[in-house]
């Protein structure tokens, strides 16, 4: 089946610095990669998602890269603010089915 | 409109018995899924509901891990004898087809 890793499993940036995290899917079949943002005991919330007839795609301060030959992809935060702490989830699906695998989280600090 | 919610929102309940968690999707939702976050790591998928088709279960980890979706709405997550290693907090989510998972608040579960 799919697996997803994704680095680093933690991420200290100084506020206004960049933020990048990478994952890698195993299954070339994938096709829709989510990212989802989940802040200390609440519930993971989708913040961007690309699919893979595209390579990037951006909404404001927060872009997602695909490189479908590498299997591999990444989230940017530009001009990170103190409320993008939080832990961020990639995710890939593949087209004949509708499970999410996860990569492993990764957990944004930005220090003010 | 409302979102996905899930109750109890905490649970503690003694080795060995048994305790069902609920699932209320976003109303039209087609697809719910269960998913299992374990302290500090990321989302294990555990079973699939798309609309009448059978479900996919392949992420259940034993037999005494159930789950039912009735009248293609609410589904129950039953765990049969439960275990200290089932603790973890159970995550819902509901999607129109193929598109964005929303995710319910979790139930947190703690088997003493």
């Known amino acids: 089946g799919e697996n997803v890793e994704q680095h680093p499993s933690t991420l200290s940036v100084q506020e206004g610095d960049s933020a990048v995290i990478k994952c890698t899917y195993s299954?070339?079949?994938?096709?829709?990669f989510p990212w989802y943002k989940q802040e200390l005991g609440k519930r993971p919330q989708l913040i961007i998602d690309?699919?893979?007839?595209?390579g990037e795609k951006k909404d404001q301060r927060i872009a997602v890269t695909l490189n479908k030959t590498a299997k591999h992809f990444s989230l940017h935060i530009t001009e990170t603010q103190p409320e993008d702490s939080a832990v961020y989830f990639c995710?890939?699906?593949?087209?004949?089915?509708?499970?999410?695998?996860f990569g492993g989280g990764t957990r944004v600090l930005v220090k003010p | 409109g409302a979102g996905v919610s899930q109750s109890p929102s905490n649970k503690v309940t003694e080795k060995g018995k048994d305790v069902e968690l609920r699932c209320d999707p976003i109303?039209?939702?087609?697809?719910l899924y269960w998913y299992r976050q374990s302290l500090g790591q990321g989302l294990e998928f555990l079973i699939y509901?798309?609309?009448?088709?059978?479900?996919?279960k392949s992420g259940l980890p034993s037999d005494r891990f159930s789950a039912e979706r009735t009248g293609g709405s609410v589904s129950t997550l039953t765990i049969q004898r439960t275990q200290q290693e089932d603790s973890a907090v159970y995550l819902c989510?509901?999607?129109?087809?193929?598109?964005?998972?929303?995710f319910g608040p979790g139930t947190r579960l703690l088997v003493l």
């Open positions: 989510a509901s999607s129109f087809g193929y598109e964005t998972q929303y």
């Open positions: 299954d070339s079949a994938s096709n829709y």
């Open positions: 690309i699919r893979s007839n595209v």
């Open positions: 995710a890939a699906r593949k087209a004949a089915g509708n499970k999410l695998t």
């Open positions: 109303s039209g939702h087609t697809a």
């Open positions: 509901f798309q609309g009448n088709s059978a479900p996919d």
